[in-house]
C-alpha cells in the first residue's frame, strides 16, 4: 500500500499538471536533504530511491572508493565495495544501505512535508516559465482579478499574469471579473517566479485576432502585409492572397462582416479598416 505522504503528493503533482516522473524525483531529492538533517544520517552524501508503486523509501549513503579509507563516513575500501560489485574501480561512487524501511519511512513522514512542497513549487514554476515563453507573441485568454496601482492581475489559470498601465488601452474600461485576450509580451525571471507581461495595445493584438477569426489567416492563403494602429481609435491592415481567385478583404471580413466583426468586439468597438495591399 502506497504511504499517505506519497498518495497526496501524487495527487498534488496532478492538480498542478506536474510529470509524476519529476515529481518522484523532487520528492527523492528532497527526502535525502531532509535525511541529511538528521542526527542519524548527518554528514552522510546520501541518495534516496521511491518506489512509486509501493511507496517504500529506501536510504543510501554515498561513498567514494579509494584504495585506503581515511574518512569512513564517506568512503569505502576496494576491497568491500568490490564484494558488491567485482567490476567497481577506484574513485568510482557506491550506495550503501543506510537506514532500514521502518526507521526511513518514520522520519520521512515527519520531515518530507515542507521540503518536497518547496520542490514542487519550483518546478511549477519552471514549467510556468517555460509554458508561458513558448507563448511569447501569441494571444491568451484570461479573467481581470485585480486593478491596482494602475496596473491589472489578470488570471490565465496557471499563472496571474501583469498589464502594466502603458499596454492599456485608456478608452477601455477593464473591472473585476471580466474575461479578455491579452497578448502575451514577455516573460522573466523575479524573486516570487515567472512574471508574464501582457499587452492589449500591441499592434500584433491585432495580428493575432485575424489568425484565430480568420482560416485564411492562420493557414497562410492571406498574408498581412502590413498593419497601422490607434489602440482603441483606428487600425489599417493591409492584405494580399497568396493564391489566384482568393479576396484577401472578402475572407478577412467574413460573411455579413461576422469575422471582422468578433475582432471589433475584442476590441471592445475599435474601428478596423482592411485594404488591399499594393507595393506601389
Not at 506519497?6 to 523532487?26: D, F, G, M, N
Not at 576491497?79 to 558488491?84: M, W, Y
Not at 520542490?119 to 510556468?128: C, H, S, V
Not at 496601482?149 to 492599456?168: C, F, H, K, N, W
Request: hydrophobic share 40%; aromatic share 4%; charged share 30%.
Amino acid at each position: 500500500m502506497k504511504s499517505n505522504f506519497l498518495i497526496a503528493l501524487t495527487q498534488l503533482a496532478a492538480e498542478r499538471h506536474l510529470p509524476k516522473e519529476k515529481v518522484l524525483q523532487a520528492i527523492e531529492v528532497a527526502l535525502a536533504s531532509a535525511f541529511r538533517k538528521e542526527t542519524v544520517a548527518a554528514e552522510h552524501n546520501l541518495s534516496v530511491k521511491l518506489n512509486p508503486n509501493t511507496g517504500q523509501v529506501k536510504v543510501y549513503v554515498l561513498k567514494t572508493v579509494v584504495e585506503k579509507v581515511e574518512d569512513a563516513e564517506k568512503e569505502i575500501s576496494l576491497k568491500e565495495a568490490q564484494k558488491k560489485n567485482p567490476d567497481i574501480q577506484l574513485s568510482d561512487t557506491v550506495s550503501v544501505d543506510a537506514l532500514p524501511q521502518q526507521q526511513a519511512s518514520r522520519i520521512a513522514a515527519q520531515t518530507a512535508k515542507q521540503v518536497v512542497l518547496q520542490q514542487l513549487r519550483e518546478m511549477e514554476r519552471d514549467l510556468i516559465f517555460d509554458e508561458y515563453e513558448k507563448r511569447v507573441d501569441d494571444i491568451v485568454s484570461g479573467t481581470i482579478e485585480e486593478i491596482e496601482s494602475g496596473r491589472i492581475l489578470v488570471d490565465l489559470g496557471r499563472t496571474v499574469a501583469v498589464m502594466p498601465y502603458e499596454e492599456q488601452v485608456s478608452q477601455e474600461r477593464y473591472r473585476r471579473g471580466q474575461r479578455l485576450k491579452v497578448y502575451v509580451l514577455e516573460v522573466r525571471h523575479v524573486s516570487k517566479g515567472p512574471e508574464v507581461i501582457v499587452s492589449r495595445r500591441h499592434h500584433n493584438m491585432v495580428k493575432r485576432l485575424f489568425e484565430l477569426e480568420v482560416p485564411e489567416v492562420q493557414s497562410g492563403i492571406v498574408d498581412l502585409k502590413s498593419i497601422a494602429r490607434e489602440p482603441g481609435n483606428r487600425s489599417k491592415v493591409a492584405v494580399a492572397a497568396s493564391q489566384q481567385g482568393v479576396d484577401p478583404v472578402g475572407s478577412c471580413i467574413g460573411m455579413r462582416g461576422n469575422r471582422i466583426q468578433n475582432i471589433v468586439n475584442e476590441l471592445h468597438g475599435e474601428k478596423i479598416d482592411v485594404v488591399r495591399w499594393d507595393k506601389d
